[in-house]
């Protein structure tokens, strides 16, 4: 079977910008996380008349494929405590459920302003702080460590399960603000937590058959060698380039945001 037969419902255009999106939505992600803020938009302007669903079950399939290639990049260079990541992936995993429960009863919008004002607290914070995610800045008992992980965990993946952008960078953050980690650190456990939601989402939307198999599996090839070019140029480059891209990302996601209220 020839490609032009597979994605020939689908035009030349819409093919090949899913192909580089998904890509540098990988590229970004596996460095800081925030990969949504580029894949949903892009699925939402080519297929502008698709239900919701079936555009966030595509988008899961592709980004849970490249964060998985990527988590499994930076276990090979970082040592994890899997006390401590199995507490937070527990954590993540039940409060990502119970924020897409809560979507059916709070409309989201509503809350996007304090998002914003969040957004724009971490980001002159992190501007201002210039050594913020350096080096390992704390070190905490294993006890507390745990809690403060179960909760970074439960607050961000509940965020996951109700809006979902940019949860990566929002665990990054987490774990370099609370638990003291490097951005290279925090970054490599955001992406082993980061596949544990879009799993629990992705169950999900697979069993009502919410999905685009030609575009999922388009976008999951591309943005697995995204993740992979990323989480290698993360690695090699260290703290102070992943802090110069979290900045991008938290100042593109007040910009996305702002948008959203302003229209």
């Given at each position: 079977?020839?490609?032009?037969?597979?994605?020939?419902?689908?035009?030349?255009?819409?093919?090949?910008?899913?192909?580089?999106?998904?890509?540098?939505a990988g590229f970004i992600d596996a460095i800081v996380g925030g990969g949504g803020l580029i894949q949903?938009?892009?699925?939402?302007?080519?297929?502008?008349?698709?239900?919701?669903?079936?555009?966030f079950g595509t988008n899961k399939i592709a980004a849970l494929s490249g964060t998985s290639v990527a988590a499994l990049q930076y276990s090979k260079k970082v040592k994890f405590n899997y006390k401590l990541l199995i507490g937070i992936c527990i954590s993540a995993f039940t409060a990502s459920y119970l924020g897409a429960?809560?979507?059916?009863?709070?409309n989201a919008d509503s809350l996007k302003p304090l998002v914003l004002i969040i957004?724009?607290?971490?980001?002159?914070?992190?501007?201002?702080?210039?050594?913020?995610?350096?080096s390992q800045s704390k070190e905490l008992k294993i006890s507390k460590q745990l809690i403060y992980a179960c909760i970074i965990g439960f607050v961000v993946g509940f965020y996951d399960g109700f809006f979902g952008p940019g949860t990566g960078s929002f665990f990054v953050l987490g774990f370099v603000l609370i638990l003291g980690f490097d951005f290279v650190q925090a970054s490599a456990y955001a992406k082993l937590v980061n596949c544990i939601t879009n799993?629990?989402?992705?169950?999900?939307?697979?069993?009502?058959?919410?999905?685009?198999?030609?575009?999922?599996?388009?976008?999951?090839?591309?943005?697995?060698?995204?993740?992979?070019?990323?989480?290698?140029?993360?690695?090699?480059?260290?703290?102070?380039?992943?802090?110069?891209?979290?900045?991008?990302?938290?100042?593109?996601?007040?910009?996305?945001?702002?948008?959203?209220i302003i229209f």
């Open positions: 079977m020839y490609l032009s037969e597979v994605f020939s419902d689908y035009s030349l255009f819409c093919v090949i910008s899913l192909a580089i999106l998904g890509f540098i949903i938009p892009a699925l939402l302007i080519n297929f502008p008349n698709t239900n919701l669903p079936s555009l429960k809560t979507v059916s009863y709070i957004l724009i607290g971490i980001a002159i914070y992190t501007f201002i702080k210039k050594d913020l995610g350096s799993i629990s989402a992705l169950i999900v939307f697979i069993k009502q058959g919410d999905y685009l198999i030609e575009i999922a599996i388009l976008m999951a090839i591309t943005n697995i060698t995204g993740n992979i070019i990323g989480s290698k140029l993360a690695l090699k480059k260290g703290n102070t380039f992943i802090r110069y891209i979290f900045l991008f990302i938290v100042c593109t996601m007040i910009i996305r945001y702002a948008y959203d």
